[in-house]
């Protein structure tokens, strides 16, 4: 790649294309275009950032079971038998993997538990599809009720239950194995 007086000889396309994305994200615009110092960064960095804005900006916000083609539709739970139940919360697992849904602090349920998971509370939810590539929806198993418990007692490290009892003023349930350990496909970091 050659350079002319110091400059890149793609900075005229990536200009553009910023000026380009600027334009289109105008109609979105709020102080979270600020909040990032984007203009220390490289132009091409820059316009990545902003074509992932844009891109979430325009996702559509669908429940989870109509991101498949045809939409996922899992059999009621209590129509099945542990084995059919098994076979089909593996199989349902690996198809959200495939959309980039990753099912995070899962071994603290049965399949039976986790199925009922997915088919009453991640299947219907409404979330922005964004499609990137690079993008994963972290579905935290844990913290569905909203109550630290759980992840206090099978997740959290020492360091971070003492960090949560010190903020808190709260006593810790006691640290167990989860009962349930299964090696789900993760997220790259």
């Not at 993997?97 to 995070?104: D, F, N, Q, S, T």
């Not at 959290?156 to 789900?184: G, H, I, M």
Request: one cysteine or more.
């Amino acid at each position: 790649m050659s350079k002319r007086n110091g400059r890149d000889p793609n900075e005229i396309e990536l200009l553009l294309r910023n000026a380009e994305l600027r334009t289109e994200l105008e109609p979105y615009y709020d102080d979270s275009l600020t909040r990032v110092n984007i203009h220390q960064w490289p132009l091409a960095a820059e316009n990545e950032y902003l074509a992932s804005m844009l891109a979430w900006e325009m996702a559509p916000v669908l429940p989870i079971y109509r991101w498949f083609e045809p939409e996922l539709r899992l059999p009621r739970p209590e129509t099945l038998d542990d084995q059919q139940l098994h076979e089909i919360l593996w199989d349902t697992i690996h198809k959200l993997y495939e959309k980039r849904i990753v099912l995070e602090f899962t071994d603290h349920l049965s399949d039976r538990e986790l199925y009922c998971l997915i088919y009453r509370d991640i299947l219907p939810s409404r979330e922005k599809k964004l499609d990137l590539g690079t993008n994963y929806l972290r579905w935290d198993c844990a913290f569905v009720e909203g109550d630290p418990e759980i992840w206090l007692r099978y997740y959290a490290t020492d360091e971070e239950r003492e960090a949560w009892a010190a903020t808190y003023r709260q006593p810790l349930p006691p640290k167990e194995k989860p009962p349930y350990p299964r090696n789900l496909p993760k997220a790259p970091f």
